[in-house]
């Protein structure tokens, strides 16, 4: 019965990547925006299969779904089988309804899930997944996370307690209520950002305001301090404004951010902007929860 169960579900796999090549080409992937109603639709078939091989598949602690939250209404989906490979969705409600996704074979081996997307990197609805995700067990959770955002999953352990960083990281869906304990098991070469001082930065430069809503800025902390893109600075001086920052990219010196959240600590309506000389540091503080929009 399980072999022809899984013969079936291969069967269903090679009409659906057929079916694929048609309706995700370049041309539909280009413009930012959701789906057409087939696109979903094979989708979700594709979905359906990879969940299906999953659930007998028990003795696999790793194959299932996982689930990671960018912001209150931006996330995504990732669920993966060998067989049926993986599929990633992502989308949010923000300024329109918008979707990213992708698809491919998977390789599992030695504790990394390595990736073979089918849609590349290009494209406003294409999802661009790192070709290694490396699997990192945290007590009783399971953990998928892609390896150049390693260190910053790091930082984001340090601050979990006070902060909803960890959110943004691939957790397995059915461990979402299971305990946390100790040190998560990362790969020796970066079990050093568990721990240490956090990285204190100066804001040193303001970029041009291209929209009224967005800032973003120089700090003087780089690769060398070990800087990474992705991960979260909060401000430390001046003390009467609050601002949530992530990096965007690094040199060895200096890294380029943005504020995902600025304003007044008594809640007035003034006007906030950046100021060379302030402040951050990578350490959450401990009403960083209020940080975050939403």
Request: net charge positive; glycine share 8%; hydrophobic share 40%.
């Amino acid at each position: 019965m399980r072999r022809i169960l899984l013969t079936l579900i291969f069967i269903g796999l090679a009409c659906i990547q057929a079916q694929s090549q048609g309706l995700f080409d370049e041309v539909s992937l280009r413009d930012r925006g959701s789906l057409s109603p087939e696109q979903q639709a094979t989708l979700r078939s594709r979905q359906e299969l990879i969940i299906a091989e999953a659930s007998k598949l028990p003795a696999n602690e790793w194959v299932g779904s996982y689930g990671a939250t960018d912001s209150p209404t931006a996330g995504v989906r990732l669920d993966w089988a060998p067989a049926n490979g993986f599929l990633i969705w992502w989308n949010t409600c923000s300024h329109g309804w918008r979707d990213r996704v992708n698809f491919g074979s998977v390789n599992f081996r030695d504790g990394v899930l390595r990736v073979t997307p089918e849609l590349g990197a290009d494209g406003n609805k294409v999802y661009p997944l790192s070709s290694d995700l490396i699997g990192v067990k945290w007590g009783q959770q399971h953990y998928l996370i892609p390896r150049d955002q390693l260190i910053a999953f790091c930082y984001a352990v340090r601050n979990v307690r006070r902060s909803y960083e960890i959110y943004e990281f691939f957790l397995k869906e059915s461990d979402r209520d299971k305990r946390r304990f100790g040190l998560p098991a990362v790969p020796p070469a970066y079990k050093k950002y568990l721990v240490g001082p956090p990285i204190q930065a100066t804001l040193i430069e303001v970029k041009p305001q291209l929209q009224t809503w967005s800032h973003q800025f120089m700090l003087n902390a780089g690769r060398t301090a070990g800087v990474v893109p992705g991960m979260k600075f909060f401000l430390v001086s001046p003390g009467n404004v609050y601002m949530l920052v992530e990096v965007l990219s690094v040199n060895d010196a200096r890294s380029e951010a943005f504020a995902i959240t600025l304003g007044a600590r008594n809640h007035s309506d003034r006007e906030v902007k950046p100021q060379v000389g302030w402040k951050l540091t990578s350490r959450a503080p401990r009403d960083a929860g209020d940080y975050y929009p939403g």
